[in-house]
């Protein structure tokens, strides 16, 4: 048992030993009516999948391979907020389990010293006007050593053990995940993005510094100035255009 302090975030826990990925567990999951909040975590994921089918690299029993429903009665457009909702919760269960302090790249990404620790994919099941249902899927590198990575992740991806020289339990990571989210979750279904925006950008790491934004039709290259209130990224560009970016690989300019 996880030892849940939370309301509703992890009522219902799928505990998989091993799967292809949570994300494709928690599909089937919505399609059988799983209530919000319901959970899928496994010790080892055989083809976990980032972004734009990427893979993700997800070994058994070093890290935390998790996904969540939600079920949010909310337009299409705002499912991107709950992307920065999630970052957030994961910086604040990190800085309260070690004395690291991640940052926030825009999208999806947190990183430790530069080096990616957690991903974050949102992935939307909508009609035209309402959000039915949302898997969002985080992985967070626990403890792995560096070693443990195959030699093209080493030079991009660390491990809070890696950062803190220690081993953690997963289970009380979890713990602590779920409760932020959960109190971070509520308080925007009341309150709007707003309060949350300000949490996002105070821990964002590429805010106010020149980047270069991949999108699936081209670069822009630009200062990120940024978030709109839905989540939006803002990029200026040399001639002074401000640009909205959706959706992007993001390059931090050294
Ligand atoms: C992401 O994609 O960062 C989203 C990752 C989401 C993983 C979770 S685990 C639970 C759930 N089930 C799944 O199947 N997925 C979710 P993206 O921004 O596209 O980044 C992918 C890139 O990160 C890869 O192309 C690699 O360069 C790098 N990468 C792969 N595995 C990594 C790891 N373990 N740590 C750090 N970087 C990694």
Known sequence: SLGLMTEFMGRHIHYEESVESTQKIAQR?????????????????????GR????WYSPKYTGIWLSMILRPNLPPPKAPQLTLITAVAVVQAIEEMTNLTPQIKWPNDILLNGKKVTGILTELQADADRIKSIIIGIGINVNQQVEDYPEELQPIATS??????????????????LLKFEK?????????????????????????RNITARTVTGSLYGKAMGITDDGVLLIEDSAGKVHQVYSADIELEN
């Open 184 to 208: 971070l979750y509520t308080l925007y279904l009341e309150k709007g993005f707003y309060p949350l925006k300000l949490l996002w950008e105070s821990y964002a790491i590429s805010i106010g």
């Open 160 to 177: 809070l053990s890696i950062e803190c020289n220690q081993q953690l339990k997963r289970a009380e990571l979890v713990q602590i995940l």
């Open 52 to 55: 734009m089918d990427r893979k």
């Open 29 to 49: 999951l919505v399609y059988e009516e799983a209530p919000e909040g319901t959970i899928i975590i496994a010790e080892e994921q055989l083809s976990g999948r």
